[in-house]
């Protein structure tokens, strides 16, 4: 298929998905909120994330949403259909930290109208600590299918 | 020490009351929350540049049109559609989630956990709608933050013609920061 696109034969249970990374610096968390829209205060205002009981302002679930998202995508390519992503927050990202994403295929199978899926579990890192871990399906365009 | 006043600076539109009162709501729904903007490319690059999201599928309209009939916007983004603008000369809305408007002792929320299906993609020119419905209401918790309740809500988006893109199983915690 090319164009950097996995296809769903080329997977196989048990293999590791690149690490995907990114830095976090308050450009992107004052970008993310410009471009998310979530102007809930704990995302921009210092003072009240710190009376939330945080110690600066943090990323918001749409940025661990996407941090996820990208872990698998940037490895399964732009075709990939995301169908299914269940996160789970364990703690947060902060402006200067180094955000890495790692993934593992679960299992391979078929969804009742025939097509391929991958369940794939997904961990996301601020420096050493998890804050995010996600559960996702995607379905995956079949080899010599267009 | 605090007063026992609960003030909302969440920007939610929090209501206040009790644990009792809120078991009353189970099963209420928002008022659609109807997108103020269309979805657009300009502004699914935007959110792509923020996350450094290099997917074709949402820059090259080319590539877009041909395998998915326009350009796309990121799953992560969903949520986005349906938020209001910050200020508009008639005044601005707050969105309508159930978290929020189900009167209970909490002034801050925190996310715990998203789950989401996904049927159809988000494509350029829809212009998205969310109904969220409350599910349920645990029992006063504490935990490391503060004091507080585990709220259950789904919300469904839609386009404009009806069609079902996503479900969205939320759990937010509702609490105070203990004094």
Not at chain 1, 6 to 31: F, H, N, R
Not at chain 2, 44 to 71: K, M, P, T
Request: aromatic share 8%.
């Amino acid at each position: 298929m090319g164009a950097g696109q996995i296809c769903w034969q080329d997977v196989e249970e048990g293999m590791d998905l690149p690490v995907m990374t990114v830095e976090v610096s308050y450009k992107m968390a004052i970008l993310h909120v410009a471009g998310g829209w979530d102007y809930m205060p704990g995302h921009h205002e210092p003072a009240y994330a710190r009376r939330q009981g945080v110690k600066d302002i943090f990323l918001n679930t749409l940025f661990h949403q996407s941090m996820v998202d990208r872990t698998v995508c940037d490895w399964a390519g732009p075709l990939t259909f995301l169908t299914r992503r269940k996160i789970a927050m364990a703690g947060q990202i902060y402006p200067g930290d180094s955000v890495t994403g790692t993934g593992k295929v679960k299992r391979l199978w078929r969804a009742e109208d025939g097509s391929g899926r991958v369940d794939i579990d997904v961990q996301i890192r601020a420096g050493d600590e998890i804050v995010c871990t996600g559960d996702c399906t995607v379905r995956l365009p079949e080899r010599g299918g267009e | 020490m605090r007063s026992n006043q609960a003030v909302d600076e969440s920007g939610l539109g929090l209501n206040f009351g009790t644990y009792e009162e809120a078991l009353g709501w189970i099963g209420r729904s928002t008022e659609a929350n109807i997108g103020e903007v269309p979805v657009t490319a300009p502004m699914i690059q935007l959110y792509c540049s923020a996350v450094e999201d290099g997917n074709r599928s949402y820059w090259d309209r080319a590539f877009a049109e041909e395998h998915w009939g326009g350009v796309i916007a990121p799953p992560g983004m969903l949520q986005t559609w349906t938020i209001p603008m910050q200020w508009r000369p008639e005044g601005r809305r707050t969105i309508a989630v159930m978290a929020a408007k189900v009167p209970l002792p909490g002034d801050k929320p925190i996310n715990v956990s998203t789950e989401f299906e996904f049927f159809e993609p988000v494509r350029e020119g829809m212009v998205i709608t969310m109904i969220d419905r409350l599910e349920a209401i645990s029992p006063e918790k504490t935990t490391r933050v503060g004091t507080g309740h585990f709220i259950t809500s789904v919300s469904e988006y839609r386009d404009q013609h009806g069609l079902l893109l996503a479900r969205a199983t939320n759990i937010l915690f509702r609490y105070r920061v203990l004094d």
